[in-house]
């Protein structure tokens, strides 16, 4: 579950930061642009991490296979069930963060959880159908 959040944190703090440093402005729907313009937008978030040459070719790799994945998800699923949608884009996201710490080092995994958690507080709760632990209590 909390690999979940952190996901759904991740992505909703790449597309705010994107748009925070004015992301797409040709943009191509809710993405935010063309493919390599969100390719473009993700690696940068991963600039602090100081990856090598071999470290970003393999990002690079993954995240055009997410991307390629995404949108066919996308366009298979138009006026279908957005909520199994949302489910198949959270595991797929899910596997996606855990082949990307698996190309990371010790000291990179630690600044990327770093990133994510400061993300995930700055979100305050948005970016995911789910709530984390406490709640209501109304069940």
Do not use: C, H, W
């Amino acid at each position: 579950m909390k690999k979940v959040l952190m996901v759904i944190a991740l992505l909703t703090g790449v597309v705010s930061f994107s748009k925070a440093q004015g992301g797409g402005a040709q943009g191509g729907g809710r993405m935010g642009g063309t493919p390599e313009e969100r390719l473009q937008r993700s690696m940068a978030q991963l600039e602090p991490l100081k990856l090598t040459d071999d470290q970003k070719a393999k990002v690079t790799a993954l995240y055009v296979a997410q991307g390629k994945s995404a949108d066919s998800l996308m366009k298979a699923n138009q006026g279908g069930d957005r909520q199994a949608m949302m489910s198949k884009f959270m595991e797929m996201r899910a596997a996606n963060d855990k082949k990307l710490m698996d190309l990371l080092n010790d000291n990179q995994k630690k600044q990327y959880t770093a990133m994510m958690e400061a993300r995930r507080n700055r979100q305050g709760g948005q970016g995911g159908g789910q709530r984390p632990q406490g709640g209501g209590g109304n069940n």
